[in-house]
Nanobody, 123 residues
Framework: QVQVVESGGGQVQAGGSLRLSCAAS????????MGWFRQAPGKEREFVAA????????SYADSVKGRFTISAVNAKNTVYLQMYSLKPEDTAVYYC????????????????WGQGTQVTVSS
C-alpha cells in the first residue's frame, strides 16, 4: 500500500512557474515509479511526467518537454514537478500516482493516486 499526497498548486499568470510536491509513504514506496497526470474540465486525464525511484529515469509528455522537470528526493520520499513557462492550457487538476513499473503513460496502469491539486494559469 502506498499513500500519495500532492501540494503546491495555485494560480499563476502565463509565463510563470510553480512547483508541485508529492509525498509518498508506505513500506514499499521505493519499488514504485511515480507519475504526474493532469485533468482539465471536460477532458481525459493525461500523462505529464514520470520518474523511477531506483535509477531516476524520467519521461515526459511532448506537451511539457523543455518546460517541466520531474525530480525526486529519495530520503524524503518526495517527488517534485517544477513547471516553467506555464500556459493557460496547462490549467488542470494535477495528480500524483504510483506504478509498479516505470514507463507507463496510461492512467489505469497506475495503482495509487493522490487527491490532486489545482493549477490555474491565467492569460
Amino acid at each position: 500500500q502506498v499513500q500519495v499526497v500532492e501540494s503546491g498548486g495555485g494560480q499563476v499568470q502565463a509565463g510563470g512557474s510553480l512547483r508541485l510536491s508529492c509525498a509518498a509513504s508506505g513500506r514499499t514506496v521505493s519499488r514504485y515509479a511515480m507519475g504526474w497526470f493532469r485533468q482539465a474540465p471536460g477532458k481525459e486525464r493525461e500523462f505529464v511526467a514520470a520518474i523511477n525511484w531506483s535509477d531516476s529515469r524520467t519521461s515526459y509528455a511532448d506537451s511539457v518537454k523543455g518546460r517541466f522537470t520531474i525530480s525526486a528526493v529519495n530520503a524524503k520520499n518526495t517527488v517534485y514537478l517544477q513547471m516553467y513557462s506555464l500556459k493557460p492550457e496547462d490549467t488542470a487538476v494535477y495528480y500524483c500516482a504510483a506504478d509498479t513499473r516505470f514507463g507507463d503513460i496510461r492512467s489505469y496502469d497506475y495503482d495509487y493516486w493522490g487527491q490532486g491539486t489545482q493549477v490555474t494559469v491565467s492569460s
